[in-house]
């Protein structure tokens, strides 16, 4: 049987922590701005630490687990 809860999480928030795709924080004018396919590297920055701070908390702390077969 094979873990995939790990596999799936990671690329969920990867497709919804893109930044410019759904939103971009911090913007190029705003502080958020939604949908401008954009990016800077401040947002980049900012994304990395959001996508990694979840991934640890779905992951370590609550222990996501989806076993197939």
């Known amino acids: 049987m094979a873990d995939w809860g790990p596999v799936l999480i990671a690329v969920v928030l990867f497709v919804l922590l893109t930044p410019g795709l759904l939103f971009q ?4 004018g705003k ?6 396919m ?4 401040a947002s980049i920055l900012v994304h990395t630490i959001i996508y990694f701070g979840l ?4 992951l370590l ?3 996501v687990h989806v076993y197939t077969g």
């Open 38 to 41: 954009q990016t800077s590297g």
């Open 25 to 28: 924080l911090p913007g190029r």
């Open 31 to 36: 502080v958020v701005e939604f949908g401008n």
């Open 55 to 58: 991934i640890t908390i779905f």
């Open 61 to 63: 702390a609550i222990g």
